[in-house]
């Protein structure tokens, strides 16, 4: 079965990095775009990355776009979000995602925290 497990969250300091990575498994991932979301308290979960099947033409929120840089490595079925120069707006349960034939798969999620 389809699985994605998330790992890399912690509490930083606002202007700290973090690298994200998302494990996959139960399915061809090279063939499948990977998706990074993001769900903060009491907010609706929103899209932050994504990235095509072989790596190309990554797309990013508004929100990040020159802070954030997602990347994938199929050999090793795994996709990073690196985060750079956070802010106490990132702070949210990160979630890795694949659309597949229209069923959407989703993992667990690792919380990140960027406070002083």
């Known amino acids: 079965q389809v699985q994605l497990v998330e790992s890399g969250g912690a509490l930083v300091q606002p202007g700290g990095s973090l690298r994200l990575s998302c494990a996959a498994s139960?399915?061809?991932?090279?063939?499948?775009?990977m998706r990074w979301y993001r769900q903060a308290p009491e907010k609706e979960r929103e899209l932050v990355a994504n990235i095509r099947n072989d790596g190309s033409n990554p797309v990013y929120a508004d929100s990040v776009k020159g802070r954030f840089t997602i990347s994938r490595d199929n050999s090793e079925n795994m996709v990073y979000l690196q985060m750079n120069n956070l802010n106490p707006e990132d702070t949210a349960v990160y979630y890795c995602?694949?659309?597949?034939?229209?069923?959407?798969?989703w993992g667990k999620g690792t919380l990140v925290t960027v406070s002083s």
């Open positions: 995602n694949v659309n597949i034939y229209g069923l959407e798969y």
């Open positions: 139960g399915f061809i991932f090279s063939s499948y775009g």
